[in-house]
């Protein structure tokens, strides 16, 4: 049970919002709800997916930032051009640590910044011509290259460049893949919708192909979608499905390749483990290609077995024994790192606002630790990942839509988390007050968490974190006012 009672947690968010003027409180109070494991549909106690208020500070990403950033910049033998001014592509290279194995610069490109550069110029008269040029010395430059994406700013919108058309021509002449993405940042709510429109391309630009292309299949091939590799997660999971006598013929977009993607309708399986960011793919397939698909979790032992036998449910009898079988070679690490560190983190508050998945996957890791989850909020969230979400959460935790610094710094006063899982933007601020925190958007330069590898390592964090000597040298607000 949460350390707040319902009508504790009612006040506390009442006593948040009193600082808000009427028409932003009657806004805002949608967003932030108790919660309570008996509704079935979330959008009966909170809003999601709707725009941010002006001037209430969000951390929310563009629709550039879902496409280039979460979705296609992963894929490590593509090219990927930030058309327009060099700030975004900038900005969003090499931050996500989305783990590949190849060579920088020769048949690898995820951590190198492409971009058209514009100038006063080419707002004026159009970037067209620039693009088309730069594809072309691009291709002379790194000739190993396997494609190459447009993922359009905000300019390109504004301005009216035809990307399509100047992709299809270099296409032509390259005689490679050259695939525009109108990924434009203004567009929609956050980057939530940058994802939906870096699928709709796979699909319209990408999976087509696999009809040209020889695929010799066999019974067990499944696709891994929605995994980043952040840190290495990828290949602590794939390890898991191949023990267990699965063959990952396609693993995208961390540490994926565009023949990954290609491939993939000829799976058995789609496994997605970012549900958010790769569910509109997976529809589309099964709706196409008749291949089903389920979202998985593998971050703690508990919820890695359940999804290793829930896996195992569509195939036969020779891969379910492979999931137990799986499952008994790792429970002895795994009852010696719970044995190790539980007791060290037994009836430990941890407080998250995460994007993605996060905010409820890692609910299960926390839970296999002793620990308790009491707050939990998605940056860019819909209400089906609430719906998922109202179950892993206990009665009367707090749960929070696209929370404004105000909001969560005040939440955090009130319920005293002994640790925060949230993003860089707010880590410092946290720390600052004398908070434990992890960066959960990237690990905290850790990691893998998922698996049970990534496990031994997540609970050794936590670990680290929380019963860190420093947290004693320093003083939250609250216990200084308490001192006072």
Same mark, same amino acid.
């Given at each position: 049970?949460? #350390?707040?009672?319902? $009508?504790?947690?009612?006040?506390?968010?009442?006593?948040?919002?009193?600082?808000?003027?009427?028409?932003? !409180?009657?806004?805002?109070?949608?967003?932030? #709800?108790?919660?309570?494991? =008996?509704? %079935?549909?979330?959008?009966?106690?909170?809003?999601?997916?709707?725009?941010?208020?002006?001037?209430?500070?969000?951390?929310?990403?563009?629709?550039?930032?879902? =496409?280039?950033?979460?979705?296609?910049?992963?894929?490590?033998?593509?090219? +990927?051009?930030?058309?327009?001014?060099?700030?975004?592509?900038?900005?969003?290279?090499?931050?996500?640590? @989305?783990?590949?194995?190849?060579?920088?610069?020769?048949?690898?490109?995820?951590?190198?910044?492409?971009?058209?550069?514009?100038?006063?110029?080419?707002? $004026?008269?159009?970037?067209?011509?620039?693009?088309?040029?730069?594809?072309?010395?691009? @291709?002379?430059?790194?000739?190993? @290259?396997?494609?190459?994406?447009?993922?359009?700013?905000?300019?390109?919108?504004?301005?009216?460049?035809?990307? %399509?058309?100047? =992709?299809?021509?270099?296409?032509?002449?390259?005689?490679?893949?050259?695939?525009? $993405?109108?990924?434009?940042?203004?567009?929609?709510?956050?980057?939530?919708?940058?994802?939906?429109?870096?699928?709709?391309?796979?699909?319209?630009?990408?999976?087509?192909?696999?009809?040209?292309?020889?695929?010799?299949?066999?019974?067990?091939?499944?696709?891994?979608?929605?995994?980043?590799?952040?840190?290495?997660?990828?290949?602590?999971?794939?390890?898991?499905? %191949?023990?267990?006598?699965?063959?990952?013929?396609?693993?995208?977009?961390?540490?994926?390749?565009?023949?990954? *993607?290609?491939?993939?309708?000829?799976?058995?399986?789609?496994?997605?483990?970012?549900?958010?960011?790769?569910?509109?793919?997976?529809?589309?397939?099964?709706? !196409?290609?008749?291949?089903?698909?389920?979202?998985?979790?593998?971050?703690?032992?508990?919820?890695?077995?359940?999804?290793?036998?829930?896996?195992?449910?569509?195939?036969?009898?020779?891969?379910?024994?492979? #999931?137990?079988?799986?499952?008994?070679?790792?429970?002895? *690490?795994?009852?010696?790192?719970? #044995?190790? /560190?539980?007791?060290?983190?037994?009836?430990?508050?941890?407080?998250?606002?995460?994007?993605?998945?996060?905010?409820? +996957?890692?609910?299960?890791?926390?839970?296999?630790?002793? *620990?308790?989850?009491?707050?939990?909020?998605?940056?860019?969230?819909?209400?089906?990942?609430?719906?998922?979400?109202?179950?892993?959460?206990?009665?009367?935790?707090?749960? /929070?839509?696209?929370?404004?610094?105000?909001?969560?710094?005040?939440?955090?006063?009130?319920?005293?988390?002994?640790?925060?899982?949230?993003?860089?933007?707010?880590? /410092?601020?946290?720390?600052?007050?004398?908070?434990?925190?992890?960066? *959960?958007?990237?690990?905290?330069? =850790?990691?893998?968490? +998922?698996?049970?590898?990534?496990?031994?390592?997540?609970?050794?964090?936590?670990?680290?974190?929380? @019963?860190?000597?420093?947290?004693? !040298?320093?003083?939250?607000?609250?216990? !200084?006012?308490?001192?006072?």
């Amino acid at each position: 049970m949460s #350390a707040l009672t319902k $009508v504790e947690t009612q006040a506390l968010i009442a006593e948040v919002l009193e600082v808000y003027p009427e028409k932003a !409180k009657k806004d805002r109070e949608k967003h932030l #709800a108790v919660n309570d494991q =008996s509704i %079935e549909q979330s959008k009966k106690c909170i809003t999601s997916n709707r725009k941010s208020l002006p001037g209430v500070m969000t951390v929310r990403g563009c629709a550039y930032a879902g =496409s280039k950033g979460v979705v296609w910049g992963p894929i490590k033998d593509m090219i +990927h051009i930030s058309h327009g001014p060099v700030g975004c592509g900038q900005y969003s290279r090499a931050g996500r640590r @989305n783990y590949y194995v190849g060579t920088t610069g020769i048949n690898t490109f995820g951590t190198m910044n492409f971009t058209t550069d514009f100038q006063e110029k080419d707002i $004026v008269f159009g970037g067209d011509k620039k693009l088309a040029k730069v594809l072309g010395e691009i @291709n002379q430059l790194f000739p190993l @290259n396997k494609g190459i994406s447009v993922q359009s700013e905000c300019p390109i919108g504004l301005i009216g460049d035809d990307i %399509e058309a100047v =992709s299809k021509k270099a296409a032509k002449e390259l005689d490679k893949p050259i695939v525009p $993405v109108r990924c434009e940042g203004f567009r929609g709510v956050s980057q939530s919708l940058g994802h939906h429109i870096a699928n709709d391309a796979i699909r319209d630009w990408v999976l087509p192909r696999r009809d040209t292309l020889q695929f010799e299949s066999t019974p067990y091939d499944v696709a891994v979608i929605g995994d980043y590799n952040i840190g290495g997660d990828a290949w602590s999971s794939r390890i898991l499905l %191949e023990e267990m006598g699965l063959r990952v013929i396609a693993q995208w977009s961390g540490d994926g390749t565009i023949a990954e *993607m290609e491939m993939t309708p000829n799976a058995k399986l789609n496994l997605i483990h970012c549900y958010r960011s790769m569910n509109y793919i997976a529809r589309h397939m099964e709706e !196409k290609y008749s291949i089903p698909w389920m979202e998985y979790n593998f971050f703690g032992p508990t919820k890695v077995a359940e999804s290793l036998r829930a896996i195992a449910e569509h195939f036969d009898d020779t891969i379910k024994a492979g #999931a137990e079988r799986v499952i008994a070679k790792y429970q002895a *690490m795994m009852d010696e790192i719970i #044995a190790k /560190y539980k007791p060290r983190l037994q009836g430990k508050k941890v407080m998250l606002y995460v994007g993605g998945l996060r905010p409820r +996957h890692i609910i299960g890791a926390y839970e296999d630790l002793g *620990m308790e989850v009491v707050g939990t909020g998605y940056e860019f969230g819909h209400n089906d990942d609430y719906d998922r979400t109202i179950k892993d959460m206990g009665n009367s935790t707090l749960i /929070y839509d696209d929370v404004t610094g105000f909001e969560f710094e005040e939440f955090v006063k009130r319920i005293k988390p002994d640790l925060i899982g949230s993003g860089i933007k707010e880590k /410092y601020i946290f720390q600052k007050m004398g908070v434990p925190f992890r960066q *959960m958007h990237s690990w905290d330069y =850790s990691g893998p968490y +998922h698996g049970y590898d990534g496990f031994a390592i997540f609970a050794r964090d936590m670990d680290m974190t929380i @019963n860190n000597p420093c947290w004693g !040298k320093m003083k939250a607000p609250w216990l !200084k006012e308490a001192a006072v």
